[in-house]
């Protein structure tokens, strides 16, 4: 088998077979074929797409290349979700408790943020003393025992992806669907889950900018999911302002326990709510997404959502008084007003730019080497189709530097007004197959 040959087969449009990828995955992962070769068959995968099975053999290949996680051990179907990523997506921070108080195992593993704010396991260790670093043991006893627990990506899952990414953002190819697809399944699958939950977001604080591009983009991971033995679903949500009203990392937590209070913004709660019923579906712990959903409610109701996500935090050593007492969390040094210069209503917050101002003040990393500030963030007042008079608070800065006039002007920047708005419809579609 040469490289050659099957770059040229796929620039004529060609189907490449289940052992012509695992052939060029397997070489480029050992370092046996050259970055520009790979290049070349990126380029051509561009520009010709990939069939169904294409996706789902370049899926398990990249699956293939390194390590996987073995949840057998784990009783129940394991389901887990993923999002596409956005500014102030507390969801997964709502969702594990809230699914896990139904008796469904949620076995997490989360990155830390490169962005706007952190990651999951950033905004958890704004509880003083959490850690994911657990054993692999202690892992799967808790998920057992308790439904929950939540550790660090390994450092070898999916080495194959991690290289071709980082080729994609250099030759023009990031945005081929089946190379997107591609990436995020076989991430998801390496990490063991038996079912998945997809939220693909859309909007100006999304990666897919339009409604077309996110369904798409779903329909293809769903039928990866399902060509290569997971059920998955999938929803498309609006991502053209922030979800919730908190974005930065200790400010997102209380946001989420409020959530599980049931005191949530609402963006938030029908969201995780929505996400949830899919997941409580997929472990056949309901017959429908409405039943699905009444379930998930009740558990918020009677508090027992809450009550996991106390004992989640103190398996991992952190302080659940929290929950309580979310003063505990981290709190900036100065809170800011932005206040409104004129009356009308709110049309526009471009989310990934009040996401930009938010890691100004410390809430994200520009590099992977950065320090995050777990207490400082931006939190909304109002949102799209809010009216607002002039001299009303806009949004509260959370800030532990007193000059912080470059985020003030971003934050006008970002928010347009007009005389009347609709607010945008929060989820544009659900897709189960």
Same mark, same amino acid.
């Given at each position: %088998?040469?490289?050659?040959?099957?770059?040229?087969?796929?620039?004529?449009?060609?189907?490449?077979?289940?052992?012509?990828?695992?052939?060029?995955?397997?070489?480029?992962?050992?370092?046996?074929?050259?970055?520009?070769?790979? /290049?070349?068959?990126?380029?051509?995968?561009?520009?010709?797409?990939?069939?169904?099975?294409?996706?789902?053999?370049?899926?398990?290949?990249?699956?293939?290349?390194?390590?996987?996680?073995?949840?057998?051990?784990?009783?129940?179907?394991?389901?887990?979700?993923?999002?596409?990523?956005?500014?102030?997506?507390?969801?997964?921070?709502?969702?594990?408790? =809230?699914?896990?108080?139904? +008796?469904?195992?949620?076995?997490? %593993?989360?990155?830390?943020?490169?962005?706007?704010?952190?990651?999951?396991?950033?905004? =958890?260790?704004?509880?003083?003393?959490?850690?994911?670093?657990?054993?692999?043991?202690?892992?799967?006893? #808790?998920?057992?025992?308790?439904?929950?627990?939540?550790?660090?990506?390994?450092?070898?899952?999916?080495?194959? +992806?991690? @290289?071709?990414?980082?080729?994609?953002?250099?030759?023009?190819?990031?945005?081929?669907?089946?190379?997107?697809?591609?990436?995020?399944?076989?991430?998801?699958?390496?990490?063991?889950?038996?079912?998945?939950?997809?939220?693909?977001?859309?909007? &100006?604080?999304?990666?897919?900018?339009?409604?077309?591009?996110?369904?798409?983009?779903?329909?293809?991971?769903?039928?990866?999911?399902?060509?290569?033995?997971?059920?998955?679903?999938?929803?498309?949500?609006?991502?053209?302002?922030? =979800?919730? #009203?908190?974005?930065?990392?200790?400010?997102?937590?209380?946001?989420?326990? +409020?959530?599980?209070?049931?005191?949530?913004?609402?963006?938030?709660?029908?969201?995780?709510?929505?996400?949830?019923?899919? %997941?409580?579906? =997929?472990?056949?712990?309901?017959?429908?997404?409405?039943?699905?959903?009444?379930?998930?409610?009740?558990?918020?109701?009677?508090?027992?959502?809450?009550? @996991?996500?106390?004992?989640?935090?103190?398996?991992?050593?952190?302080?659940?008084?929290?929950?309580?007492?979310?003063?505990?969390?981290?709190?900036?040094? #100065? @809170?800011? +007003?932005?206040?409104?210069?004129?009356?009308? #209503?709110? /049309?526009?917050?471009? &989310?990934?730019?009040?996401?930009?101002?938010?890691?100004?003040?410390?809430?994200?990393?520009?590099?992977?080497?950065?320090?995050?500030?777990?207490?400082?963030?931006?939190?909304?007042?109002?949102?799209?189709?809010?009216?607002?008079?002039?001299?009303?608070?806009?949004?509260?800065?959370?800030?532990?530097?007193?000059?912080?006039?470059?985020?003030?002007?971003?934050?006008?920047?970002?928010? /347009?007004? &007009?005389?009347?708005?609709?607010?945008? @419809?929060?989820?544009?579609?659900?897709?189960?197959?």
């Amino acid at each position: %088998m040469r490289m050659v040959d099957l770059i040229e087969k796929k620039r004529e449009g060609h189907e490449l077979t289940k052992a012509e990828i695992q052939f060029i995955i397997d070489g480029y992962t050992k370092g046996d074929i050259p970055d520009y070769q790979i /290049s070349a068959i990126l380029m051509a995968v561009y520009f010709n797409d990939m069939t169904d099975q294409e996706r789902a053999h370049l899926t398990m290949a990249m699956v293939e290349s390194g390590d996987t996680i073995d949840l057998s051990a784990i009783h129940g179907i394991k389901v887990d979700k993923h999002s596409t990523g956005g500014v102030g997506d507390t969801t997964t921070l709502v969702l594990a408790p =809230l699914v896990a108080a139904l +008796d469904i195992p949620v076995a997490k %593993m989360s990155g830390r943020g490169l962005g706007h704010t952190g990651g999951t396991i950033d905004k =958890l260790e704004s509880i003083d003393g959490f850690h994911v670093e657990i054993s692999t043991n202690d892992f799967i006893e #808790y998920v057992n025992r308790d439904k929950m627990a939540v550790i660090g990506q390994t450092g070898n899952l999916t080495p194959a +992806d991690k @290289k071709l990414y980082a080729l994609r953002d250099v030759t023009a190819t990031v945005n081929a669907i089946p190379l997107i697809a591609s990436s995020i399944m076989s991430k998801k699958i390496a990490a063991g889950s038996d079912a998945i939950v997809l939220d693909v977001k859309t909007g &100006a604080g999304a990666f897919m900018k339009t409604i077309e591009e996110a369904e798409q983009l779903a329909r293809a991971m769903v039928k990866i999911g399902q060509e290569v033995g997971r059920q998955t679903m999938a929803v498309i949500s609006d991502m053209s302002q922030p =979800l919730g #009203y908190a974005i930065g990392n200790a400010l997102e937590m209380k946001e989420a326990i +409020d959530t599980l209070r049931g005191e949530g913004p609402e963006d938030l709660t029908e969201l995780s709510l929505l996400l949830g019923s899919q %997941m409580v579906v =997929l472990a056949k712990k309901a017959d429908t997404l409405e039943e699905a959903r009444g379930m998930l409610q009740e558990v918020i109701d009677n508090g027992k959502a809450l009550e @996991k996500f106390k004992v989640f935090i103190k398996n991992q050593g952190g302080d659940p008084s929290i929950v309580d007492q979310p003063e505990k969390l981290p709190e900036a040094t #100065y @809170k800011i +007003d932005v206040p409104a210069k004129q009356s009308g #209503y709110i /049309s526009k917050i471009v &989310a990934d730019e009040m996401g930009v101002a938010s890691m100004l003040l410390g809430a994200g990393r520009a590099t992977k080497e950065d320090d995050i500030d777990l207490a400082v963030g931006i939190v909304l007042k109002a949102k799209i189709g809010d009216e607002v008079k002039e001299g009303e608070t806009l949004v509260t800065i959370h800030s532990n530097q007193e000059n912080v006039d470059d985020v003030i002007g971003k934050i006008y920047d970002c928010i /347009s007004f &007009a005389d009347a708005v609709e607010s945008p @419809k929060l989820v544009h579609k659900v897709i189960t197959e």
